[in-house]
C-alpha cells in the first residue's frame, strides 16, 4: 500500500493542541477526589510505565497539576512505540509485562508501581511486599481501594457507584454500607455510562470492571487510566500519612466486609462452540462442580451471561459466572467466594464445558 502524507498546514490553522491539553489535564486532575483535601498528606514515591503507549507525559503533567512528586518512569518504555519492544504483549494484566516497572520500583525505593495500557485507558498496579518482593494487585482489589477512597471522602445521598455483573460483589457491600446508591451492569463502559443516564438525580462517584478499567471523577462517562493514576498515588500518599500501606487497607476492608477472593480462568473455543456449550450448562446443569452442590442458576440474556451459585447462595458459597467473549474465540469463566480461593471451582466448571 502506498503511503501519502498530507500537505503540513500552516500554524494558522492547526488547532492550539498545548492550550487545550494543558486546561484539560488541570480539569482532570481539580476532578480527581484530591490529596490536596487533606493537607497532612505528602506525596510519596511513584514508579510508573506507560508501557509503549501515549500515556507518559500525560500523566507527568497529571501528577503536576495535582500537587504530587514526579514519577520515576521506565525510560525503555516511557515513549510510544507500537512494536513494544520491551514486552511480549502489552498489557499490565499479563504475567511479566510489568517486570522492568517492578525492578525499577524496587530499585529506586518506590512505595507504588502503576502501569498504563498503551491507550492510557487502564491502570495496573502493583505494591511492595515484606521482604522485598512484589505483588501485581488484581483489578477488583484496585477498584476495592480506589472505591473506599472515594466513599470515605464524598459525602450526600445523591451519589452513585456502578460495576459490572462479572466484577466483584464487594462495591455493593461498600456501597451499603455508606448508604450509596449502586448499580451492575453488562460488561462495558458504554453500559455504565447508561447506568449513570439512567438516574440524573444520582451522582456518579465510581464506577469499575475488574479488567483494570476505573472512572474515577464521574466524567467524562469512561475509564481513564490518568485520573485513576493520579488518585491512586494520593491514596498512597494519605495512608503513608497514616502510617498505613495498601496492602493494610485491604486487609481493613476485609475485617469489614470478608475476605472476598476473586480468579478468572477461560477456554479456548470457536464462538459457535462457546455459545453452544454455555447453552448446554444452562439447560442441564451439574449437581455439583468441585464438590460443592449446585444451588441457584441465574441467566442475564442479553449479557450472555450464567451465573451460578454453589453451597450457600449469597452466603458462604462460590459464585461462578461464564460468558462467551465477544472480542476473542473463548469462554471466560470468573469466580468469587468469601474467605475461600474460587479457583478449583473455575477449573471443574471449565472442563464441563468442553465435556459435552
Known amino acids: 500500500v502506498k503511503r501519502r502524507c498530507l500537505p503540513e498546514q500552516p500554524p494558522s490553522a492547526q488547532p492550539p493542541q498545548n492550550c487545550v491539553f494543558g486546561d484539560l489535564i488541570e480539569v482532570s486532575a481539580r476532578w480527581v477526589p484530591s490529596v490536596r483535601l487533606q493537607p497532612q498528606a505528602t506525596g510519596v514515591l511513584v514508579a510508573y510505565t506507560a508501557m509503549h503507549g501515549v500515556g507518559g507525559h500525560s500523566l507527568e503533567r497529571a501528577f503536576e497539576a495535582a500537587g504530587l512528586p514526579a514519577p520515576r518512569v521506565v525510560q525503555e518504555q516511557h515513549l510510544p512505540d507500537g512494536t513494544f519492544p520491551t514486552v511480549s504483549f502489552p498489557n499490565p494484566e499479563e504475567p511479566g509485562a510489568m517486570d522492568l516497572l517492578i525492578a525499577l520500583a524496587r530499585s529506586s525505593g518506590a512505595k507504588v508501581a502503576l502501569a498504563n ?10 505494591i511492595p511486599l515484606q521482604g522485598g518482593s512484589w505483588r501485581r494487585l488484581a483489578g477488583d482489589e484496585i477498584g476495592w481501594l480506589l472505591a473506599d477512597h472515594i466513599l470515605r471522602n464524598t459525602a450526600g445521598s445523591d451519589r452513585l457507584v456502578v460495576t459490572t455483573l462479572v466484577s466483584s460483589s464487594l462495591l455493593g457491600k461498600m456501597a451499603k454500607a455508606h448508604g450509596v446508591a449502586f448499580e451492575e451492569t453488562f460488561t462495558g463502559f458504554k453500559w455504565m455510562a447508561q447506568a449513570a443516564l439512567r438516574n440524573p438525580d444520582k451522582r456518579l462517584i465510581f464506577a469499575y470492571e475488574q479488567a483494570i478499567g476505573y472512572l474515577v471523577t464521574g466524567k467524562p462517562l469512561d475509564k481513564d487510566g490518568i485520573t485513576a493514576a493520579v488518585l491512586m498515588a494520593e491514596l498512597v500518599a494519605c495512608l503513608a500519612s497514616e502510617g498505613l500501606t495498601l496492602e493494610q487497607r485491604l486487609e481493613e ?10 480468579a478468572e480462568t477461560s477456554v479456548r473455543m470457536d464462538p459457535a462452540a462457546g455459545s453452544a456449550a454455555v447453552q448446554r450448562l444452562r439447560s442441564n446443569p451439574p449437581d455439583e462442580i468441585a464438590g460443592m452442590k449446585v444451588v441457584a442458576l441465574r441467566e442475564f440474556p442479553e449479557a450472555n451471561l450464567l451465573r451460578i451459585w454453589l453451597g450457600e447462595e449469597g452466603g458462604s458459597g462460590v459464585r461462578v459466572q461464564i460468558r462467551p467473549s465477544g472480542t476473542e474465540p473463548k469462554v471466560k469463566l470468573y469466580g468469587e467466594a468469601v474467605g475461600t480461593d474460587p479457583s478449583d471451582a ?8 468442553g465435556s459435552g
Do not use: E, Q, S
Open 117 to 126: 495500557d498503551p491507550d492510557a485507558d487502564r491502570l495496573g498496579v502493583a
Open 253 to 262: 476492608i476485609a475485617k469489614v466486609h470478608g475476605k472476598h477472593m476473586t
Open 346 to 353: 473455575l477449573r471443574t466448571a471449565a472442563k464441563l464445558l
